[in-house]
C-alpha cells in the first residue's frame, strides 16, 4: 500500500485502535505504547500525505477520498490535539474502569474525524460522521451515572442533526446522481432556490448542532462536564469543529451561488453572536468548572460561526484561526481542569480553593489559557478576535460587533471565575496535601499546548499560511499582503504590529515584575493567605473566608431577565412531548386482546369502506 | 353500546362480504380447474373419488401441510398443556356400568368402520381424515366411558409418527424415482379397485393411522388436564 | 544617536504621563475637599503617598500572584500608553502608535484589570474578591457604550488606526465632539465607570469593602499600582483627546483639554451617590448604550 | 343465494362473539363460528344444481354432472386447520384458567402498554 | 446421493417435515437426539440453499408437486427473492438452534424442536408456494407452531399471550380463507400465476374487497398498525430464541406473501400507496411506542414492529430500489434483531427489564458489546449493515420524489436512538450489581455469526447488492413469474 495515501493513513487511524484494544490484553504499557505511536504516527503521516485521490465502491455508491488545503488545516488541528490527549490520557485514565473501551473508541474518533475531513463525497462524510458520534457517544457515557444521560442527550441532538444532513444528503443524491461534493455543487445550483434554501438549511442546521449553534447546544454543557476529561479537551477542541468544517463547505462550496446564500449567512452570523453572548452569561452562572468551560466552548464557537458566516476574508482568517487557537487553549484549561479533578476528585467550583501553591503548573496552563480566552494580548487569542473585529467592523455589521465584544468582556467574568475559585483565594487544609501531577503525562501537554498559545500570538503567520492556503481552495482570494509573519492588516490598511506588541510588553512586565520582585527582597515577607485583616480580625485556621460562592450574584441579578430563560428548556419540552406522545401511544395496546379484535374488525371495515368509496 | 357498533360493524362487513358474493351465481357451473379435474382423475390417478385425488394427490402438499397442521395441534397441546394436571377435587359424575359396557362394546365396531372408511377413500365418500376421526370417536367414548382409561401415549405417538414418516418418505420416494415429490410411483391399477390409484391408498391409510392417533392424543390430554385424576 | 533619542522619547512619555496623571489625581482630591468644604491635600499629595508607598522599610506577600498582578498592571498601563500617539504630529511622543490601532487598545486597557483582579485574588482576602467581583461585572456595563462609540468612530473615519481618526479632525468643526456628539456622550458615560469613581466606584468601595482589590497590598505593590493607575489615568484622557477632541499639537494644549475632559467625570462624582453594581450595569446598558446604537445609526446615515 | 347469506350470517355470528362475548369459551367458539361459516360458504361456491357428488362409482357417471370438488377439498383441509387452531386455543384456555381463574377476558390483561 | 435424492425446493419442508416426524421416534432410543437432530436438519437445509440458491439466481426454479402441472397441480416457484428468504430462514433457524442447545431448558425440549422445525419450514413454505391455498395451509403451519411455543414457557402470562395472538391469529387465517373462497368463486383457480392471469374476471369492487381481506390477513401475521396488537404480548412471552425467530422469520414470511400477493393480484397504485403508508404509520407509532418500555422483550418487540413498518413503507414503493431496500431491511432486520433478541436473554434471563441491564458492561462485556452493535447496527449508524440497509430505504424514497416520508424516517430514527441508547447507556453504569455468569459457547457461537453478518453486511455492503438486485427484479417481473409457472 502507498504509504502517502490516504487509504493507508486510514488504516493506520484506525487500525491502530482496534490494534490497542487487543494489546490491552497483553500489557497496559504495550497499549499506550500502541496508542501513543497511532496518533502520532497519523500526524506525522498528515505531512506527507499526497495530493491523488482515492476511490471506492460500496454498496453500490462511489466514496471518494482526497485532501484539500481546507480539510488539512483541520486536520492539524486534530493531530495538534491528538497527541497531547491521549498523552493526558495515560494517567488520568489509569484510575478508571475499562480503559481498552476507552481508547478503542478515543483512536476511532479521531479516526472518523481524519475520515470526515478527507471525505471528497457526501456519503463517506456521513458514514464517517456517524462513527464519530456513536464512538463519541461511548467515551461520553464513559463515566457512567449522569454521563448515560448526558451522553443519550448528546446523541440525540447529534442524530437529530446528522438526520438533518442524511435528509439533504439523499436528495442531493436524488438530484445529481452522484455524491461528489464538486458534482453535487454543480447541480446545486440548478435547483430552484427554495429547493437550495431547504437543502443548504437543513445541512447547515445538521452541521450547526455538532458545533453547538444555539438553539441546538443543549447536548454539550452535559456533554463536556461528563465526559473524561481528557476526551472533552478534544470534543470541544477538535470534535465540535467538524460541524465548523461542514458549515464551511457548505456555505462556500455548495451554497454559495444562491440568492439565498447572503441572507442565511446574515442569519447565521447573527445566531453565532447570539449564541456567544448568551453563552458567556450561562457560563458566568455556571459552578461546575466543566460546565463552564462548556458554555464558554459553545460561546467560542459562536465567534467562530459569525465569523465563517460573514464571508470576507479577513472573517474567515479570523473563523479558522479561532478554531486551532480555542481548540488549543480549551484544550489546556480542560487538561487543567482534569488534572485538578485527578488529584482532589473536584470540579466543583464552590468547593476548590487556593490550589496555586499546590498545582503551579495548572495555575500557569491556566492563567495562559484564559488570557488567550479573553483575547487580551500578546497570546494568540489575541491575533483571532483582532481578525474578527476588524472583519466585523469593516463588512459594516456593528451590532454584530457589539454583541461579540459584549460577550468578548463577559468573558473575563468567566474566566476569573474559574481561575479564582480553582487556584486563589484562602488555601484550605483539605487540599494540603495535593501535589503537582506529573510531569510527562499529565504537564507536558499543557505546557506544550501553552507554548502554542505563545507563539501563534507573536508569529500568526505560521498559523495563517495553511489557512490563506485553506481559504484559496475555498475560493478567497487571499493575497499576501494580507498578513505576514508577525504583522496583521485589515482591509483599510491599518496593521498591527505583534513584534513591537511583545516587545512593549515583554519589556515592561519584565522590568515591572524584576522591579517588584526584588525590590527590598529581604525585606519582603511571605504570609500565608490566612494572614489577613478583615477589620481588623485574623481568621483563625478552620475558617475559610474565600468569596467565591455566588460570586457573580450582583451580575446576575442585572442578567437576570435574561438568563432567567432557558432555549435547552423549550428544546428538552419539544423531548418531553414527544415522550409523552409515545406513553399516549402505547396505550393503544391496551392489553385486552378483544380490543385488538376491534382493532382488526374496525381496520377491514375501514378498509372496505375506503376501498368502496374510492372507487 | 359496544354490542351496538359491533352489530353494525359486522352488518357492514356482511354488506360488502354480500356483494362480493352478488356476482357469483350460485348453483351453477363455474368450474374451471375443477372440470380438469373432473376429467383426469380416473384415468391419470386411478381413483374413482375425484375428491381424494385431489387431497391427495393433485394437492398432495396441502394434505402434507393439513397432517402437519394437527401433529402440530397435538404436540404444542402437548407443549402448552406439559406438566399440568388436572385437580383431584373437580370430580365427574362416575360412569354408570351400561355406559361402560357399551363403550367397550361399541370401540371395536368404531374402530372397523373408521379403517374401512380410510382404506376406501379412493372408492367412497371419506378418506384417512373422516376414518381417522371416527376412530378418535371410539377412543372419546372409551374416555367417556372408562373412568381408568388412559391412551396409550407412548403408542399413539410412535403410530403418528410412523403414519407421518411414510406419508413424508412416500412423497420423497418419488424424488428418488426421478419424479416429482410425492408423485405417483406406483401402478394404478384397475380404477374401483381397493388396490389401485398408486400411492392414494397408501398415504391415505398413513394419514387414517396419523389422524386417529393425533386426535385420539388430544382428547385425552385435554381430558386428563381438565378432569380429576387421583 | 536615533535609537538613543527613541528610548530617551519613551521615558519622556512615561514621565510625562506619571505627573500628569498624579497631578490630575491631586487637583480631583482637592476639588472634592472644597466642595465638601475642606481644605484637602496639596495636589501633589498622590507622589507624596506613592513615595511614600515605595520607600516603606517592608512588605507582605502572599504569593506569586502578588508579584504577577501589580506586574501586570503597569505593563497595561505603559504598553495602553506606548500605543497611544500623545500628541498630533511631530516625532516625539508618537511612540509605537503607528504598530497598533484601536481594537488593540481596547484590549490591552483590560489587561491591566485582570492583572490587579489576579493579584488579589491571591491574598485570599474576601473584600479583595467582592470588590473584583463587582469590579469585572461593571466592565461588562461600561465597555458596550464605549466599544459603540469607538465603531461610530471607526465606522465614521473608515480606520482603526488611532492616527488617521485624529488627522481627519483636522479644525475645531471636524472635532468628533461636534460631528458625532452622541458618540461622545456615550464615550465619555463610558468613561465615567472606567475612572471608578463615584458614582461608579463601588468596587472599591471605600467604608465598605476596605479598599477593595488592593485591600492586602501595601509598600511597593501598592507603589507600583498607583504609579500604574496615574500612567493609565493619563493614558485614557489622551485617548479620548485624540478621539473626541483632535489631539493635541503640543503638551499644553493636551493638557487643557485633558482637563476639561477630566472635569467631567470629577463633577460628576462630587455630586452624585454611589450605584450599587446591578444598578450601574443596568445603567449602562440602557442609556449610553441607546445613545452608541443612536450615534452608530447617525452615522450609518451619514455615509 | 341464501347460502351465501346464511354462511356469511354464521360467519358474522361468530365474528360478533369473538368482539362482545367476554367468557374465552365463548370466543373460542366465535372463531369456530367463523371457520364453519367459511367453510360453509366455499362448500356452497362449490355446489352446482343437480350436480352429484365428484365420484366415479358407477360407470355412466359424467364430470358434467357433478359439483366441484376442489372446494371440497380445500374445506376438508380447511376443517382440520380450524380443529387444530380450536384445540391449541382450548389448551390455551386451559392454561389461563388454571393461572388465573378465571375466563373473563378483560381480567387477562397482564401483559399490556 | 444427489442421483438419489436430487436436490429441490421441496426439500427446505419436507426435511424438517421428516425430522420432526422421526422426532419422537429417536427421542425414545436417546435423549441427545432431541438436540442433534434439528441441527442437521438445519444443516442439511442450508446446504441446500448452498447448493439450490445459486441456480435461482441464474433462473427460478419451479418444481411442481406430485408432478402437475400448475394450476392443476401445486407447484413451488423457488425465485431469487424465495430463495433469498428460504436462505435466510434456515440460517437463522440454523443460528438459533445453535443458541439454544445451551440456552434453552424448558421441557419438552422435543416439542419445542418440533415446533422450531415446523414454524421454520412452515415460513419457508410459505415463501416457496405458488398456490394460494398451499400458502394459507403454511401460514397456519407457521401459526400453530408460533402459537404453541408462544406460550411454551410456563410463567403466568405466557398462555395470556398465547391467546391474544390465537384470536388475532384466527382471524387472520378466517379473513384470508375468505379471500381465497371469494377469488375462487370467480376464477375458478387457486394457482397464484393462474390467478393473476385470470384477474379480469374479478369485478374492481369485489377485488378492493378481497385485497382488504388480504391485507388484514396478512397484515395481521406482518404487524402492521393496527392489527399487531398481539405482537409485543407475543415477542415477550415466547422464548427468546422463538422471539429472534418471530422478527427474523414469520414476519417476513407473511411480508413476502402480503409482497407476492399484491403485486401479482391487486396492482394498483391504490394498493401499494396504502401499503407504504401503512408502513409509516406502523413504524412511527412503534418506535413512539417502544420509548416507555421497561421490559426488554417488550422494547425489542416494538422496534421489530417499527422495523417492519420500515421494511413496509419501502416496499409500498414497489419500484426496483423500493423492494430492494425492502428487502436489504428485512434482511438486516432478522440479523440484527434475532442478535438483540438472543444478547438480551443471555444476558439478562427471560424477564429482562431495563434496569436489569444496569452495570452489565463489566459483568458480561462480551455480551454487552454485542448488545451495543445491535444497538448501533438497529439504529442504523455506519458501519454496520443497519446503515447500509436505511440509506437504500431512503434513497429509494428520494427517488420516488417521497421527500416527506424520508423526514418521517429519519425522525422516527431518533426516537429509535433514544430508546436503544438509554438501554445501551445502562450497561456501563457505574451502579447496579448484575449476577455474574458464563455464557456457554454455542449461544456465543451463535451470537458471534450474526455480529459477524453485521459487520460483514457493514464494511461490505456490495457482498449482498447481486443477490438483492435479483431478488427485487423477481418480486417486481410478474409476466416473468406467470409465464416460468404456467409454461406448459
Request: hydrophobic share 55%.
Amino acid at each position: 500500500m502507498d504509504i502517502t495515501g490516504i487509504p493507508f493513513f486510514l488504516a493506520v487511524s484506525f487500525g491502530g485502535a482496534f490494534l490497542a484494544y487487543l494489546m490491552n490484553f497483553a500489557h497496559r504499557f504495550l497499549r499506550n505504547a500502541v496508542v501513543l505511536l497511532t496518533v502520532s504516527a497519523s500526524a506525522a503521516l498528515l505531512f506527507w500525505l499526497g495530493d491523488e485521490t482515492f476511490s471506492m465502491e460500496m454498496g453500490g455508491f462511489v466514496l471518494t477520498l482526497g485532501k484539500t488545503p481546507y480539510s488539512l488545516f483541520f486536520a492539524g488541528i486534530v493531530a495538534l490535539l491528538a497527541v497531547p490527549t491521549v498523552l493526558f490520557s495515560f494517567t488520568y485514565m489509569a484510575k478508571e474502569e475499562r480503559p481498552a473501551m476507552y481508547y478503542l473508541n478515543l483512536l476511532i474518533t479521531i479516526a472518523a474525524m481524519y475520515g470526515i475531513l478527507f471525505s471528497l463525497d457526501l456519503l463517506s462524510l456521513f458514514i464517517f460522521w456517524e462513527i464519530m458520534t456513536w464512538s463519541s457517544f461511548l467515551l461520553t457515557i464513559h463515566k457512567g451515572g449522569n454521563a448515560t444521560k448526558a451522553g443519550v442527550k448528546y446523541f440525540l441532538y447529534s442524530a437529530a442533526g446528522a438526520y438533518a444532513i442524511l435528509f439533504s444528503v439523499v436528495i442531493l443524491y436524488n438530484m445529481s446522481g452522484s455524491l461528489l461534493i464538486e458534482d453535487v455543487a454543480r447541480s446545486f445550483v440548478l435547483q430552484n432556490p427554495l429547493m437550495q434554501l431547504m437543502l443548504a438549511g437543513t445541512l447547515l442546521f445538521g452541521f450547526s448542532v455538532k458545533a453547538g449553534l444555539m438553539p441546538m447546544h443543549g447536548w454539550a454543557p452535559d456533554a463536556y462536564a461528563e465526559s473524561p476529561a481528557p476526551f472533552t479537551a478534544l470534543f470541544s477542541g477538535a470534535l465540535s469543529k467538524m460541524g465548523i468544517f461542514g458549515m464551511g463547505m457548505v456555505l462556500y462550496q455548495i451554497f454559495l451561488q444562491s440568492p439565498f446564500s447572503l441572507p442565511v449567512r446574515e442569519l447565521l452570523a447573527w445566531a453565532g453572536g447570539i449564541t456567544s453572548a448568551l453563552a458567556t452569561l450561562r457560563a458566568i452562572q455556571q459552578t461546575d468548572a466543566k460546565r463552564l468551560l462548556a458554555y464558554s466552548s459553545v460561546a467560542q464557537l459562536g465567534y467562530i460561526v459569525m465569523g465563517l458566516a460573514l464571508g470576507t476574508p479577513l472573517s474567515m482568517m479570523a473563523a479558522l484561526f479561532i478554531t486551532l487557537l480555542h481548540g488549543v487553549f480549551k484544550a489546556m484549561l480542560f487538561f487543567a481542569v482534569g488534572a485538578v479533578y485527578f488529584r482532589t476528585g473536584l470540579t466543583d467550583l464552590n468547593e476548590l480553593r487556593g490550589l496555586i501553591r499546590r498545582m503551579p503548573v495548572s495555575f500557569l496552563t491556566v492563567l495562559m489559557a484564559i488570557i488567550s480566552l479573553a483575547n487580551i494580548p500578546p497570546l494568540g487569542g489575541f491575533v483571532g478576535k483582532w481578525l474578527l473585529y476588524e472583519s466585523l467592523i469593516q463588512s459594516d455589521h456593528y451590532f454584530l460587533v457589539i454583541v461579540a465584544f459584549f460577550s468578548s468582556t463577559a468573558s473575563f467574568l468567566y474566566v476569573y471565575r474559574l481561575i479564582f475559585s480553582i487556584f486563589l483565594g484562602q488555601e484550605e487544609k483539605e487540599f494540603e496535601h495535593v501535589k503537582e501531577v506529573p510531569f510527562l503525562t499529565m504537564q507536558l501537554p499543557m505546557l506544550a499546548l501553552a507554548a502554542v498559545t505563545f507563539i501563534t500570538g507573536i508569529f500568526p503567520g505560521i498559523v495563517l499560511a495553511p489557512i490563506s492556503s485553506a481559504l484559496t481552495y475555498l475560493g478567497f482570494p487571499i493575497q499576501h499582503d494580507m498578513w505576514s509573519m508577525s504583522m496583521l492588516f485589515n482591509e483599510w490598511g491599518n496593521r498591527m504590529n505583534l513584534l513591537a506588541m511583545i516587545s512593549v510588553i515583554g519589556t515592561v512586565f519584565l522590568t515591572g515584575f524584576t522591579i517588584l520582585y526584588f525590590y527590598r527582597m529581604r525585606r519582603t515577607r511571605y504570609v500565608t493567605t490566612k494572614d489577613i485583616h478583615t477589620s481588623g480580625e485574623v481568621p483563625t485556621e478552620n475558617e475559610n473566608l474565600t468569596y467565591a460562592i455566588n460570586f457573580y450574584q450582583p451580575f446576575e441579578r442585572a442578567a437576570h431577565p435574561v438568563l432567567s430563560k432557558s432555549i435547552r428548556a423549550w428544546i428538552d419540552w419539544i423531548g418531553r412531548s414527544v415522550s409523552e406522545l409515545g406513553d399516549f401511544l402505547r396505550h393503544i395496546y391496551t392489553g385486552d386482546g378483544q380490543t385488538y379484535a376491534w382493532y382488526v374488525v374496525l381496520f377491514l371495515t375501514f378498509m372496505l369502506a375506503a376501498g368502496s368509496w374510492i372507487l | 353500546m359496544k354490542k351496538l357498533l359491533a352489530a353494525f360493524l359486522l352488518g357492514f362487513i356482511g354488506y360488502y362480504l354480500y356483494t362480493a358474493f352478488a356476482g357469483v351465481p350460485f348453483g351453477e357451473n363455474k368450474m374451471e380447474v375443477g372440470k380438469d379435474y373432473l376429467e383426469t382423475t380416473v384415468p391419470k390417478t386411478g381413483a374413482v373419488n375425484t375428491v381424494t385425488s385431489i387431497v391427495v394427490n393433485y394437492r398432495g402438499f396441502d394434505t402434507l401441510g393439513e397432517v402437519t397442521v394437527l401433529f402440530l395441534a397435538a404436540t404444542g397441546l402437548g407443549a402448552i398443556l406439559f406438566g399440568m394436571k388436572g385437580k383431584p377435587e373437580d370430580k365427574h359424575r362416575e360412569p354408570s356400568s351400561i355406559l361402560t359396557t357399551g363403550a367397550k362394546a361399541l370401540f371395536p365396531i368404531i374402530v372397523l368402520l373408521g379403517a374401512y372408511i380410510f382404506i376406501h377413500g379412493h372408492l367412497t365418500p371419506g378418506g384417512g381424515f373422516q376414518g381417522g376421526t371416527i376412530i378418535a370417536t371410539g377412543v372419546l367414548i372409551l374416555i367417556l366411558g372408562i373412568k381408568s382409561f388412559h391412551a396409550n401415549h407412548a403408542l399413539l405417538s410412535v403410530m403418528e409418527s410412523l403414519a407421518g414418516i411414510t406419508f413424508v418418505v412416500a412423497g420423497i420416494l418419488g424424488l428418488a424415482f426421478g419424479k416429482n415429490f410425492l408423485e405417483n410411483i406406483l401402478p394404478l391399477g384397475t380404477p374401483g379397485q381397493v388396490l389401485s390409484a398408486g400411492i392414494i391408498p397408501i398415504i391415505y391409510i398413513a394419514v387414517g393411522f396419523k389422524v386417529g392417533a393425533e386426535l385420539a392424543g388430544v382428547l385425552d390430554t385435554l381430558m386428563s388436564t381438565t378432569r380429576g385424576e387421583e | 544617536m536615533e535609537t538613543l533619542k527613541t528610548i530617551s522619547g519613551y521615558f519622556a512619555t512615561i514621565g510625562v504621563a506619571f505627573t500628569v496623571g498624579f497631578l490630575f489625581m491631586g487637583f480631583r482630591r482637592i476639588l472634592t475637599a472644597r466642595v465638601q468644604n475642606r481644605v484637602g491635600p496639596p495636589i501633589y499629595q498622590n507622589l507624596l503617598d506613592i513615595i511614600k508607598l515605595w520607600s516603606k522599610e517592608s512588605a507582605i506577600n502572599h504569593g506569586l500572584m502578588q508579584h504577577m498582578g501589580p506586574a501586570f498592571s503597569i505593563t497595561a498601563s505603559v504598553t495602553t500608553l506606548m500605543f497611544i500617539p500623545v500628541l498630533r504630529d511631530g516625532n516625539w511622543f508618537q511612540n509605537f502608535s503607528f504598530e497598533g490601532d484601536l481594537i488593540f487598545l481596547l484590549y490591552i486597557m483590560v489587561f491591566g484589570q485582570l492583572g490587579m483582579a489576579l493579584g488579589a485574588g491571591q491574598t485570599g482576602n474576601p473584600n479583595s474578591a467582592i470588590g473584583v467581583s463587582r469590579g469585572l461585572s461593571q466592565i461588562v456595563g461600561y465597555e458596550i457604550p464605549f466599544v459603540l462609540a469607538l465603531t461610530a468612530l471607526m465606522v465614521y473615519h473608515e480606520t482603526t488606526s488611532l492616527h488617521e481618526i485624529m488627522a481627519a479632525q483636522d479644525s475645531i468643526g471636524g472635532w468628533n465632539i461636534f460631528v458625532n456628539p452622541l458618540a461622545f456622550v456615550a464615550g465619555i458615560i463610558a468613561f465615567l465607570g472606567m475612572t471608578h469613581y463615584t458614582p461608579f466606584d463601588v468596587p472599591f468601595a471605600p467604608a465598605e469593602l476596605a479598599s477593595g482589590p488592593p485591600s492586602e497590598f501595601g509598600g511597593k505593590y501598592l507603589g507600583m499600582m498607583m504609579t500604574s493607575g496615574s500612567i493609565f489615568a493619563f493614558a485614557k484622557l489622551t485617548l479620548f483627546v485624540n478621539l473626541f477632541l483632535g489631539g493635541a499639537s503640543n503638551l499644553l494644549e493636551l493638557l487643557v483639554k485633558a482637563l476639561a475632559l477630566y472635569l467631567i467625570p470629577v463633577i460628576i462624582g462630587i455630586v452624585t451617590p454611589r450605584f450599587r453594581t446591578e444598578q450601574a450595569i443596568l445603567f449602562f446598558w440602557k442609556w449610553p448604550t441607546i445613545i452608541g446604537i443612536l450615534s452608530i445609526l447617525w452615522v450609518v446615515w451619514m455615509r | 343465494m341464501i347460502y351465501y347469506i346464511a354462511s356469511i350470517a354464521v360467519m358474522l355470528i361468530g365474528l360478533y362473539a369473538v368482539l362482545v362475548k367476554k367468557n374465552l369459551i365463548k370466543i373460542v367458539i366465535g372463531l369456530s363460528l367463523m371457520d364453519a361459516g367459511t367453510h360453509l360458504l366455499l362448500v356452497a361456491i362449490g355446489f352446482i344444481k343437480g350436480g352429484t357428488a365428484p365420484i366415479f362409482s358407477e360407470p355412466g357417471l359424467t364430470a358434467d354432472a357433478m359439483v366441484d370438488p376442489v372446494p371440497q377439498a380445500l374445506v376438508l383441509t380447511a376443517i382440520v386447520i380450524g380443529l387444530a387452531v380450536t384445540a391449541v386455543a382450548l389448551a390455551l384456555v386451559i392454561r389461563i384458567y388454571a393461572q388465573h381463574k378465571t375466563l373473563d377476558i378483560r381480567k387477562i390483561s397482564s401483559l399490556k402498554w | 446421493m444427489p442421483e438419489l435424492f436430487p436436490l429441490s425446493p421441496v426439500h427446505y419442508v419436507a426435511a424438517p417435515l421428516l425430522a420432526a416426524f422421526l422426532l419422537p421416534l429417536v427421542a425414545k432410543l436417546s435423549r441427545s437426539f432431541i438436540k442433534i437432530l434439528p441441527g442437521l436438519t438445519f444443516l442439511y437445509v442450508l446446504y441446500v440453499s448452498a447448493v439450490l440458491y445459486p441456480q435461482a439466481l441464474q433462473a427460478p426454479i419451479i418444481e411442481q408437486i406430485a408432478g402437475w402441472a400448475p394450476p392443476l397441480g401445486i407447484n413451488l416457484y423457488y425465485g431469487p427473492m424465495a430463495g433469498l428468504f428460504a436462505s435466510l430462514f434456515s440460517a437463522l433457524g440454523f443460528i438459533v438452534w445453535l443458541y439454544s442447545l445451551t440456552q434453552m431448558k424448558q421441557e419438552p425440549l422435543d416439542r419445542f424442536y418440533i415446533l422450531l422445525m415446523m414454524l421454520v419450514a412452515g415460513a419457508t413454505g410459505m415463501v416457496l408456494t405458488g398456490d394460494i391455498f398451499n400458502l394459507f395451509v403454511f401460514m397456519e403451519i407457521t401459526a400453530i407452531s408460533a402459537y404453541s411455543l408462544t406460550a411454551f414457557l410456563r410463567e403466568d402470562d405466557k398462555a395470556e399471550a398465547g391467546f391474544k395472538y390465537i384470536l388475532i391469529g384466527s382471524l387472520a387465517s378466517a379473513f384470508v380463507l375468505l379471500g381465497i373462497a371469494i377469488l375462487y368463486s370467480y376464477t375458478g383457480t387457486l394457482n397464484l400465476a393462474d390467478l393473476a392471469l385470470n384477474m379480469d374476471k374479478v369485478p374492481l369492487s369485489v377485488r378492493v374487497i378481497v385485497f382488504g381481506l388480504f391485507l388484514v390477513g396478512f397484515g395481521i401475521e406482518a404487524e402492521i398498525f393496527p392489527l399487531n396488537g398481539w405482537a409485543p404480548d407475543a415477542y415477550s412471552a415466547a422464548p427468546a430464541p422463538v422471539s429472534a425467530l418471530f422478527a427474523g422469520i414469520t414476519v417476513k414470511a407473511a411480508l413476502y406473501a402480503l409482497a407476492r400477493v399484491t403485486i401479482l393480484l391487486f396492482p394498483f397504485a391504490g394498493s401499494m400507496a396504502l401499503i407504504s403508508i401503512l408502513g409509516l404509520v406502523t413504524l412511527v407509532i412503534s418506535e413512539l411506542a417502544a420509548l416507555h418500555q421497561k421490559n426488554l422483550f417488550r422494547m425489542l418487540a416494538y422496534s421489530s414492529m417499527g422495523q417492519v413498518g420500515l421494511a413496509i413503507a419501502a416496499l409500498g414503493l414497489f419500484t426496483a430500489e423500493g423492494v430492494y431496500a425492502a428487502l436489504f431491511a428485512m434482511i438486516n432486520h432478522a440479523i440484527v434483531k434475532g442478535m438483540l433478541f438472543l444478547t438480551v436473554f443471555a444476558m439478562a434471563g427471560g424477564s429482562a427489564t431495563l434496569d436489569g441491564l444496569n452495570g452489565m458492561g463489566r459483568k458480561k462485556p462480551i455480551l454487552s458489546l454485542l448488545f451495543t452493535l445491535g444497538a448501533f447496527a438497529i439504529i442504523g449508524l455506519p458501519p454496520f449493515s443497519g446503515f447500509w440497509s436505511k440509506l437504500s430505504v431512503l434513497t429509494a424514497m428520494g427517488q420516488t420524489g417521497n421527500y416527506a416520508m424520508i423526514a418521517i424516517v429519519l425522525a422516527t430514527t431518533i426516537v429509535e436512538a433514544a430508546y436503544f441508547l438509554r438501554a445501551t447507556g445502562r450497561l456501563y453504569l457505574s451502579e447496579g450489581n448484575p449476577a455474574e455468569g458464563k455464557t456457554p459457547l454455542s449461544a456465543i457461537a451463535a451470537l458471534a455469526v450474526l455480529a459477524a453478518g453485521i459487520l460483514w453486511i457493514g464494511f461490505f455492503p456490495g457482498s449482498i447488492d447481486e443477490t438483492l438486485t435479483a431478488g427485487a427484479q423477481d418480486l417486481l417481473d410478474t409476466a416473468k413469474y406467470t409465464e416460468g409457472v404456467l409454461k406448459d
